[in-house]
């Protein structure tokens, strides 16, 4: 048996939260994408993650960079990267952004309304913009065309006022939204930045860049690159003077990170715990609430009989819950201080909460838990690298949980016991 030493006495937060990160996941998928759309260079979204080592990853493996802000291009200019493989691609930016942008030789830049042709040709007249057109994004769990994309209909005046503002217009952008589980919207959004490339002729434009954005998945990359491949055929059957890119963020890394948060807390709901005499419950107590629970509600009924509270929350790594629509479930990494976790166990209905004082923090509202699973035991989380750690915060005081790196087979259970191990020693 392997005894966690979970004490750590002295030590405060010895039991802190982190994430493993596996590099080699993001090479992997960096592979997986030349084999699947060989034709089409990837500017890795850094919003997703910014983590230092993957950006370092990536800038060795020749993948280029999307930024959406200045301190975005400083990170990745930092490293070493030519500004020429950057692109900033927000449409609308702080005008101070964009004379830095200038400053910095980063060129190419998307807009989608008149007000950035002004401030571009104010301050960067000699970039290189990319019209960011509105796609169908119903298709996605993050609608990103509420915000941004000019409707086909207003990309002639668009492209008319840059023409007499003297600036140069080189293609055309799209973003099917984030998490987008149809990869037919693909195919539609191709069709469209046809379109939008007839109009640049129309305009006066010669157009030799098409951007297909963001909103791959991991799960339905092979019929995306497939679906993406023969619209592309399809709409720019000749293009031998298009360059093609695109904007990938979570499908680089949202496997490859996983996390582990500690159990510090446990109680009875508080519908059970008007019936129980004390404020922490004992073990019998929850286990006789959870035979209750069980006993009198149908499956479908079926609520939580115990609370855990963990040490990160979606003010913290789960965040992704509330802006990126996630639904994190957690596994068991130990159980009653050991890493052995029989495969066969009797579960309860249990809900996850974070550590802060606010009750949004809920992590998973209903889960089956072992039913001695107790304050110390660790739990959990797979698919935690994308749209986590860059948007966590510290509210509470509670720290943004700590990367621990690793090359493997995964972030898997076994690696995350490993790192564990390695961190309780
Ligand atoms: N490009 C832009 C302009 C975005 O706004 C985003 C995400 O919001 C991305 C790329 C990355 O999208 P994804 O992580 O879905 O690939």
């Given at each position: 048996m392997n005894a966690l030493h979970l004490s750590a006495d002295g030590e405060p937060d010895a039991e802190k939260a982190f994430f493993v990160a596996d590099l080699s996941i993001v090479y992997k998928q960096h592979e997986r994408w030349k084999k699947l759309l060989p034709e089409i260079e990837p500017f890795y979204a850094v919003k997703c993650n910014p983590d230092p080592y993957i950006l370092r990853l990536l800038a060795a493996l020749g993948a280029s960079f999307d930024c959406a802000s200045n301190n975005e291009i400083k990170q990745v200019l930092d490293i070493g990267v030519n500004p020429a493989r950057i692109i900033f691609a927000n449409p609308c930016k702080a005008t101070s952004f964009i004379r830095s942008a200038a400053r910095a030789g980063v060129d190419a830049m998307t807009f989608d309304n008149t007000d950035e042709l002004h401030k571009i040709a104010r301050t960067h007249p000699g970039a290189k913009l990319i019209v960011r057109i509105l796609t169908?994004?119903?298709?996605?769990?993050?609608?990103l065309g509420l915000k941004f994309g000019a409707p086909l209909v207003t990309v002639p005046a668009l492209l008319a006022k840059a023409q007499e503002l003297k600036l140069d217009v080189i293609g055309v952008s799209f973003h099917v939204g984030s998490g987008c589980y149809d990869p037919s919207a693909f195919a539609e959004a191709v069709a469209r930045a046809r379109a939008a490339f007839d109009m640049g002729r129309e305009a006066g434009y010669e157009f030799s860049l098409l951007d297909v954005g963001g909103g791959f998945e991991d799960a339905t990359f092979e019929t995306t690159a497939k679906v993406l491949t023969d619209a592309i055929d399809r709409h720019?059957?000749?293009?031998?003077r298009i360059r093609i890119i695109a904007e990938p963020g979570r499908y680089y890394v949202s496997k490859a990170f996983s996390l582990a948060a500690n159990i510090i807390a446990r109680r009875a709901p508080p519908a059970h715990e008007q019936t129980s005499a004390t404020s922490s419950p004992s073990d019998a107590e929850i286990a006789a609430v959870a035979v209750a629970a069980a006993d009198a509600a149908v499956v479908e009924q079926e609520q939580p009989s115990v609370m855990y509270y963990i040490n990160d929350g979606v003010y913290g790594a789960f965040n992704c819950i509330l802006f990126d629509h996630q639904s994190p479930q957690p596994y068991v990494l130990s159980l009653n201080g050991s890493f052995h976790v029989p495969a066969s166990i009797p579960l309860r209905a249990a809900s996850v909460w974070g550590?802060?004082?606010?009750?949004?923090?809920?992590?998973?509202s209903m889960v089956k838990l072992p039913a001695t699973l107790e304050v110390g035991d660790w739990l959990g989380f797979e698919n935690?690298?994308?749209y986590t750690v860059c948007a966590a915060s510290q509210f509470n005081g509670f720290e943004v949980s700590k990367v621990i790196y690793t090359t493997g087979a995964g972030p898997g259970a076994a690696e995350v016991r490993e790192a564990l191990r390695a961190y309780e020693v």
């Open positions: 169908d994004d119903s298709k996605s769990l993050c609608r720019f059957p000749v293009r031998d550590p802060t004082c606010d009750s949004l923090d809920c992590v998973c935690m690298g994308a």
